[in-house]
Every structure is written in structure tokens, then in C-alpha cells.
């Protein structure tokens, strides 16, 4: 594996020093957390869903690099307004990757961790409904499936450093 | 990509005072040090060493002259004793596969601690493929290795044990004397080598004093060039030579030698040694100013290492919890402010720093982790530059952070 320097785009350098939708949301109706502080890369995602499954307000914090940063801005101005469906169908992380102008490789996750933030978001809002749409597979999709692998390697990894420590 | 990061460098116009605390990673070469090299280019010693005409006489001398000069500073007995590699990358892949080829009829089990440099952990990885084992001292949560563990871990199949003087990131001092004394009271035969990269001008380091067989030095560490570096082998040691080619004047390293890199080498030692306790003394009294500053101006801030006078004196590492690494670095770039973090991110690999581990640092806490070293040519001015940036930058990351990536 070669190390170059991270090429991020101007796109996500402008996101990082100004990002849109920063912070907490009072009236949030649904949270949802992705990633792991020991991955050094999580998002939270702060809702507020209207009767209509109809993202009326969204906002995020991030722990991670600029294209954690970057990525996460960028799901928010992408996804308001929108309804939950179009939100579910039509925000995949090549297409967040896409609207920050590309990332390098090794910053794929970080795109990907934000739409499985995004998919949890609104599974956990039919979930506190009681009933979900159709359109809702049972089965994970790819980016909530990456969103839990990197949460169970931090897992691992937290363990072995404990294990380590007993020693 | 390159278009992307010609972007990123336009970001950065109108910066009107740069800070370059990154020298752990790399340095700025003085221009008396090129000063020194140039005309090695093209107007003496360019021939090649081993050669009989005027340039290669010239470069001859030049390159032993060099040699006598850092066998000096090491306080090495002879200059044979040198040897230039190019970078300390290479000499401690030298000194590691070398000693564990030559001697492997004595045995085959390496020691190291759990905080030795990549080029000395991976190259025992690699080892492992030609039968050989290693064992990781660990170290406690200043960094300092226990002894009691190193003792109980060298027997009679041991070749060779590998401690850094002075850990790169944290800037531990090790007592490399005593644990040579250790390994050597145990096993006579074993070898001793220490990765002096980090020791080298910056505190008193003697080979001969430390009674080590191997240790290395690195140029850029201390202001020199790229590109150059040097092994001591105590003489009577062997070691194989790991690369094959011409031999030149250095039985250890094939090809032509860099005369203007060892003159480099050899400059920028020179004005480590000159004034060298005002150097470090200068040193000192910047990382002081900068981790006391950080202190006073920031809260949820952690020092990585050794405090006191086991402490390099340009190293300071520190932890900001709730902020990560790598966006801290490019928000001080953006500042004219550069140093490097040990973020899992920051390094671009799955995990953090494995020296900030191994301390017992959380890995969220190494995730926010900024390394800066101070040299003879930083002013107090620059300091203070740090120090008024550096909370505006950690204060935003926390802001975008908020309450997630809290563990």
C-alpha cells in the first residue's frame, strides 16, 4: 500500500471549512449515530420528519477527517426536503461521492458510513412508527452493512487493546 | 489528483507567516548545509571514491573525512566504523537483517519493545519468514520499557535485541544502557542495536559510552539532507550486507557513494555538535513555551510520553480528546501552521499510532493526536504564532464534533 497525500477536492476543502447544517437539532424527531470514535471516524445525524415522511429538517456532527466532515455536510443539503422514499432510493454513497467532486480511495468509507447513517435514520423513524414501507428491504443494504462491519472492527480492536492491558 | 492538490495549495495564498513544526516527518535543510553540499556537485570530489584520478581521489578523502567526523560525534573508536546508507530506513534494515544473517548460527530470537519505529518492527516481520522470532517488550504509559520483561525475555538462542534510544513519536529516553547491560549480562553473544535517529544531537549519546554494537542515524532528523544516513558497527561485529552490487569504499553498502549527501550529513552534524547545549537548550525551552501554552489555552488535553528530563528536548506530543487528527492538521495548514497527527486517518492506515497504543492511550486519544518538534531555527515569535492559532483550529474541529465520537 503506498501513502499519498490526501488530494481532496475543493468541493470538500469549502464543506470542511464551511460546513452546512452543523450541529444539534432541538426538534429532531429521529437520531442516528454511524461509525465508532476508535475508528476516529462517526456521524450523527439529527431529523426532523414531518407527517408527510417528508425531511423537513436535518443536521449533523461529525468525529472524523474533512472527508468525514465534508461527506456528512453534504447528505444533509442533499437529502432535505426530500421524502423518506426518494431519501432511501435515490442518496447511494457513489452518488454523495460524486456531489463532493470524488474522494480519494481510502476516504470511500466516509461517504459510505454517512448514507448507512442516513438508511438507519429512516429505518429507526418506521421502527418508532411500528410499521415500514415496502420499499424497505429486510435485508441490510451495502452501506448500513459497512456502516456495523467498521463498528465491529473498532469493537475488536477496543477488546484487543483491553486484553492487551490485562496482560 | 494532482489538479486537486494544486487546488489545495491555492487555498493556502495569502499565508503571511508559516510554522513548520512537522520535523518528525521531514525538515527543511538550512542553506549553510547547501551551502556546503553544492559545489560536491560539480566542482570537487564528484568522482567516484574507489577510482584512480583526481575527482575520485577527491571524493575518497572527502568521504573519509566525513566518516572520522561522524564516528567523532557517535564516539565511535574508528571511522571504519561508519557506515552511509541512505536514510536511517536503511540502516536499520541493515543493522536488523545484517546482524540476524550473520549470526544466526547463535540463534534466532530478536527483542524489541513495542514502540520501535516501522523500519525496525516491519523488518522483524519480515525476518519471521527466514525462521527468525521476535519478542515485544512492552513499555509502560510514559513509554519506558520494563526491564524486568526484557530480562525475562533474552536467553541463549537470542541474536539480537533492537531499542530506540529515543522513541520518534513520543520522545521517550530509554535507558539504553542498562538494558544493554541486561541483554549482554544474559547473553554475551547477543547483539545490541539502537535507532539513535531521534538521540543524535539532541542529547548526549555516546555508542561506546552505551557499550551498543549497532546504531543509527538519520540526516534529515537533524537538519540534513534526505536521502542519507549512517550505521555504526562496532568493530568485530558481523554483519551480512543486505544489498548486492558494486562494492565501494563501504563493504556493508554496494553502489556509488553520495558525497555531497555525506557532506550534508556531516554539516548538519557540525552544527548540531557546535553550541550544542545552547542548541538543545533553545530546543527545550520552545517545546516547553508550546505544551505549556497548549495547556493553559485548551482543556482535555493529554501530553504523550515522558515528562521531564527523560523527554527529547524538541519533542511534544499531545492529545486533544473530542478532535480529530487529521482534520486538525489540514485546519492549521490552512493557517500556515504544519505538523502531523497520529490519527488512524492522518496516517491513512486501518489503525493509530501504534506507539500512542501501546501507552495506553485510547485509540480515540491517539486519533487526536498532533506530534511537533522544535529545531535551533524556531523563534518565540513562531511559538507564540502556534499558540494563537492552534486553540481557534482544536476549537472548531470540537465544534463540528459536538457530542458524537465521545467514548
Not at chain 2, 50 to 78: D, N, V
Request: with cysteine; net charge neutral; hydrophobic share 40%.
Amino acid at each position: 500500500m503506498s501513502r499519498v497525500p490526501l488530494p481532496y477536492t475543493q468541493k470538500v476543502l469549502d464543506l470542511f471549512r464551511n460546513p452546512k447544517n452543523l450541529g444539534k437539532l432541538e426538534d429532531a424527531n429521529v437520531i442516528s449515530v454511524a461509525g465508532n470514535p476508535a475508528c476516529g471516524d462517526m456521524i450523527t445525524f439529527y431529523i426532523k420528519i414531518n407527517d408527510r415522511a417528508v425531511i423537513e429538517k436535518i443536521s449533523f456532527e461529525s468525529y472524523g477527517c474533512a472527508a468525514n466532515i465534508a461527506t456528512a455536510s453534504i447528505v444533509t443539503e442533499m437529502i432535505k426536503g426530500l421524502s423518506l422514499e426518494s431519501a432511501w432510493k435515490d442518496v447511494s454513497w457513489k452518488k454523495v461521492t460524486e456531489e463532493v467532486g470524488g474522494l480519494p480511495s481510502v476516504k470511500f468509507h466516509c461517504g459510505i458510513l454517512a448514507v448507512g447513517a442516513v438508511k438507519r435514520a429512516i429505518r429507526k423513524y418506521y421502527e418508532q412508527k411500528g410499521s415500514a414501507p415496502s420499499w424497505i428491504p429486510k435485508e441490510l443494504t451495502f452501506e448500513e452493512k459497512q456502516a456495523l462491519e467498521e463498528e465491529e472492527l473498532a469493537e475488536k480492536l477496543s477488546k484487543r487493546l483491553k486484553a492487551t492491558e490485562e496482560k | 489528483m494532482v489538479e486537486n492538490v494544486r487546488d489545495l495549495l491555492k487555498a493556502h495564498e495569502g499565508i503571511k507567516r508559516e510554522v513548520y513544526l512537522d520535523n518528525e516527518n521531514s525538515t527543511m535543510v538550512p542553506q549553510e548545509v547547501v551551502d556546503t553540499m553544492l559545489p560536491y556537485y560539480n566542482q570537487q570530489a564528484y568522482g567516484n571514491p574507489t577510482l584512480t584520478h583526481k575527482p575520485g581521489w577527491e571524493a575518497f578523502e572527502t568521504i573519509m573525512e566525513s566518516a572520522q567526523k561522524i564516528s567523532k560525534f557517535m564516539g565511535a573508536k574508528i571511522l571504519e566504523e561508519i557506515t552511509f546508507t541512505p536514510g536511517a530506513t536503511e540502516a536499520n534494515n541493515l543493522a536488523l537483517m545484517g546482524a540476524a544473517f550473520a549470526n544466526k548460527h547463535k540463534g534466532k530470537k530478536i527483542v524489541i519493545s513495542e514502540i520501535e519505529p516501522i523500519n525496525v518492527l516491519h523488518v522483524t516481520e519480515l525476518l519471521q519468514k527466514f525462521g527468525f522470532t521476535t519478542t515485544k517488550i512492552p513499555v509502560d504509559n510514559e513509554g519506558f520499557l520494563d526491564l524486568e520483561k526484557l530480562k525475562k525475555a533474552v536467553d541463549k538462542e537470542t541474536a539480537l535485541a533492537s531499542i530506540a534510544t529515543i522513541n520518534n513519536e513520543i520522545g521517550t529516553i530509554q535507558p539504553v544502557k542498562e538494558a544493554v547491560e541486561i541483554v549482554k549480562g544474559k547473553n554475551p553473544d547477543a547483539l545490541f542495536h539502537t535507532d539513535a535517529s531521534d538521540a543524535y544531537g539532541r542529547i548526549l549519546f555516546n555508542v561506546q559510552d552505551l557499550k551498543v554494537d549497532l546504531a543509527t542515524v538519520s540526516s534529515y532528523k537533524i537538519l540534513g539532507p534526505r536521502g542519507i544516513g549512517a550505521l555504526y558497527v562496532k568493530e568485530g561485529v558481523n554483519v551480512d550486507k543486505i544489498l548486492e552490487g558494486q562494492i565501494g569504499t563501504q563493504k556493508l553498502w554496494p553502489g556509488v557513494e553520495n558525497t555531497p549527501l555525506i557532506v550534508g550529513l556531516t554539516k548538519a552534524s557540525e552544527l548540531a555538535f557546535e553550541d550544542f547545549e545552547a542548541n538543545i537548550g533553545h530546543m527545550r525551552m520552545l517545546r516547553d513555551k508550546l505544551v505549556d501554552g497548549i495547556f493553559a489555552k485548551l482543556t482535555d488535553v493529554k501530553l504523550n510520553g515522558a515528562k521531564g528530563d527523560k523527554r527529547a528536548p524538541d519533542n511534544a506530543n499531545i492529545s486533544f480528546l473530542r478532535c480529530e487528527g487529521e482534520a486538525l492538521t489540514i485546519e492549521l495548514s490552512l493557517t500556515g501552521v504544519y505538523l502531523s497527527s497520529g490519527s488512524a486517518c492522518s496516517r491513512r492506515l486501518l489503525q493509530p499510532s501504534h506507539v500512542l497504543v501501546a501507552i495506553g492511550r485510547r485509540f480515540s486519544e491517539a486519533h487526536g493526536s498532533i506530534l511537533m518538534k522544535t529545531t535551533r531555527y524556531h523563534t518565540e515569535e513562531d511559538i507564540t504564532r502556534v499558540l494563537e492559532v492552534l486553540p481557534i483550529a482544536v476549537n472548531r474541529i470540537r465544534g463540528i464534533v459536538g457530542s458524537t465520537g465521545v467514548d
